[in-house]
């Protein structure tokens, strides 16, 4: 890709995401720090785009960030629907569970300290989310409010850490759940992606001014927690 071209396409990803900074206003109700790996706006409207439009009430997120309280907000206010939000970094976890409390947000969604830990689904030397807390939350989350029908996919960290989280979840997965999965432009992201489409049977779809590749689940979950407890 030429310089040109490359100036053009940060061009379109800027003009994207101002654009979808217009389209959150109503959500923006007050001020929010950015954490490390935040969703791009153009990304975090999409998701709220797919929480509307596919009619999702049972959310679960791998990494969090402002846009788990923005979510939050647009759950609450829609009047129906919960998330649960699975964090590694303890500072950013705080961050979040606090600004849910104080906006009275803990009624629909709810944060999750995960350390990263040795799992049985990893790949390599890889680490994910402790498998008995994943396991003991995801669990008493399902059984609460029904099967996931949006996994949004964005941490831990960079690559195939990222890729336990369909062979650990898949079996609370709602048939019809969409699966999002943020940094879809990466190497390490789109190498999990091609192994999630092969063993899962899925098709995903990537949006270039989003980086937010998509797919739809179109098989039944089991409505148990797999590879947890290693």
Do not use: N
Request: hydrophobic share 45%; glycine share 8%; with cysteine.
């Amino acid at each position: 890709m030429s310089l040109g071209d490359r100036v053009e396409d940060a061009l379109v990803r800027e003009l994207a995401d101002l654009a979808a900074l217009q389209r959150l206003v109503p959500l923006m109700s007050e001020y929010l720090p950015s954490t490390a790996h935040e969703l791009r706006p153009a990304a975090l409207a999409a998701v709220v785009d797919e929480v509307l439009i596919g009619s999702r009430t049972v959310a679960v997120e791998c990494g969090c960030g402002a846009s788990s309280v923005v979510l939050a907000r647009l759950l609450a206010r829609r009047g129906f629907g919960h998330l649960l939000s699975v964090e590694h970094d303890e500072r950013t976890a705080a961050f979040v569970a606090s600004q849910l409390r104080r906006e009275g947000l803990g009624h629909v969604a709810r944060v999750v300290h995960a350390p990263l830990s040795p799992h049985p689904a990893a790949l390599g030397s890889s680490q994910w989310y402790d498998p008995r807390l994943v396991h003991d939350e995801v669990s008493g989350f399902v059984e609460r409010h029904g099967l996931v029908d949006l996994l949004l996919v964005d941490g831990p960290l960079l690559g195939d850490a990222r890729y336990p989280a369909l062979p650990v979840l898949s079996g609370v997965l709602a048939p019809g759940a969409a699966i999002l999965v943020d940094d879809a432009d990466r190497p390490g992201e789109q190498a999990v992606l091609v192994r999630w489409a092969e063993e899962f049977a899925l098709r995903f779809r990537t949006t270039p001014r989003t980086f937010l590749a998509t797919a739809v689940l179109d098989y039944p979950g089991s409505a148990e927690v797999g590879s947890a407890a290693g």
